[in-house]
C-alpha cells in the first residue's frame, strides 16, 4: 500500500517513546455514549480509552458522528447517555472553526482566551504557547494575515493555554497544504510525546492510520474499529485483499459497506 515504508517509520519513532502510562489508569476513558438529534441518532453506545501521551485519530465517512462525540467530550453538549472520565475544564477543544480574532495579533488573542479561561499566570501562559508553538516572532502579527498554518497553531495554542492533560482537535489538517499538514503532524506528534493524549478528527483514513497509535473508526454512529493502525491495515487489508483490491481507501469504503454503512 502507499506510503507503507513511511508508516513504519512513523510508527517505529512513536513506539521508541512509548507513551507513558499506557497501561495505567487511562487519561481518558469514554463508556457507552449515546447522542440523538430528534429521531436521528448521531452516536450509540461509544465507548473506548485513551493512554497519557496517546495520540488516537477518529476517522469515518460524513456525518459518521465525529464532530458529536468530541464536542460531547469537550463539553458543548451533553450526552443522552454515558459518560467522560474528565470534566470538560481537563480537556481542551480546538474546534474545526477557529474562535480567534481576526483583527488582534497571536499575542492578544492567547491573552483574551488565557483570562477567559481564568488561567492564573496569564503572561507566562502566554509566553510558554508562544514559545511551544513557535509563533514568539509572530507574537504581534494579525491573526487575519497569518498563514493557514500559523493560523492553525495559534488555534492549537488556545486549546493548550490552560495545560489540559487531553486535547481534542476537529479536522485540524483539512484546510492546510501538504507542507503545513506535515509540520502539523510533527507539533501535535511532539505534544503527544510530551504527555498530553490528543485526539482528532480527519476524513482522511491515511492520514489517520499514518499519524496515530490508535484509530477510531465511526460511522453511522456506531465505533466499528478500535485499533493500532497495523490492526486496522490487517483488517482492511485482509478483506480486500481476498478480492484483489489494491488501493486501501478502496478497500477501507468496502470494509464499511460490508458492516453496512
Ligand atoms: N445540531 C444538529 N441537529 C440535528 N442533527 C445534527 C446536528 N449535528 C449533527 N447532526 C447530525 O448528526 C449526525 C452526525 O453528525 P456529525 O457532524 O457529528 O458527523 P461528522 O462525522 O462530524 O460529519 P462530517 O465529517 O461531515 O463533519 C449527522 O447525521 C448530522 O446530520
Known amino acids: 500500500m502507499p506510503n507503507a515504508g513511511n508508516n513504519v517509520a512513523a510508527r517505529g519513532d512513536r513506539d521508541a517513546a512509548a507513551p507513558p502510562g499506557r497501561d495505567a489508569v487511562p487519561a481518558l476513558a469514554v463508556a457507552g455514549l449515546a447522542k440523538r438529534y430528534g429521531e436521528r441518532v448521531a452516536l450509540r453506545d461509544v465507548s473506548f480509552e485513551a493512554g497519557a501521551g496517546e495520540l488516537v485519530a477518529l476517522t469515518g465517512p460524513n456525518g459518521a458522528g465525529k464532530t ?29 472553526q477557529p474562535a480567534v480574532y481576526s483583527k488582534l495579533s497571536v499575542a492578544e488573542n492567547l491573552r483574551l482566551f488565557a483570562r477567559l479561561e481564568r488561567v492564573r499566570d496569564v503572561d507566562a501562559a502566554v509566553r510558554g504557547m508562544l514559545e511551544q508553538t513557535g509563533l514568539a516572532d509572530r507574537a504581534d502579527d494579525e491573526v487575519g494575515r497569518l498563514s493557514g498554518g500559523n493560523r492553525q ?22 484546510s492546510l497544504d501538504p507542507r503545513q499538514r506535515e509540520r502539523l503532524w510533527e507539533f501535535i506528534a511532539a505534544l503527544a510525546a510530551r504527555g498530553t493524549t490528543v485526539v482528532y478528527s480527519t476524513h482522511n483514513v491515511q492520514e489517520a492510520e499514518r499519524h496515530a497509535d490508535r484509530v477510531l473508526v465511526l460511522a453511522d454512529g456506531e465505533l466499528l474499529f478500535c485499533g493500532t493502525p497495523a490492526e486496522l491495515e490487517a483488517a482492511v487489508d485482509g478483506e480486500a485483499a481476498a478480492r484483489g483490491a489494491r488501493d486501501f481507501e478502496t478497500s477501507f469504503v468496502r470494509f464499511l459497506h460490508e458492516r453496512g454503512h
Not at 464536542?71 to 474545526?96: K, M, N
Request: proline share 16%; net charge negative; no cysteine.
Open 153 to 174: 497553531r495559534v488555534n492549537i495554542a488556545v486549546g493548550l493555554l490552560a495545560a489540559p492533560p487531553v486535547l481534542l482537535l476537529d479536522e485540524p489538517s483539512s
Open 68 to 96: 458529536t462525540l468530541l464536542s460531547i467530550l469537550a463539553g458543548i453538549q451533553p450526552p443522552d447517555a454515558g459518560t467522560v472520565s474528565r470534566p470538560p475544564g481537563e480537556i481542551g477543544w480546538v474546534p474545526q
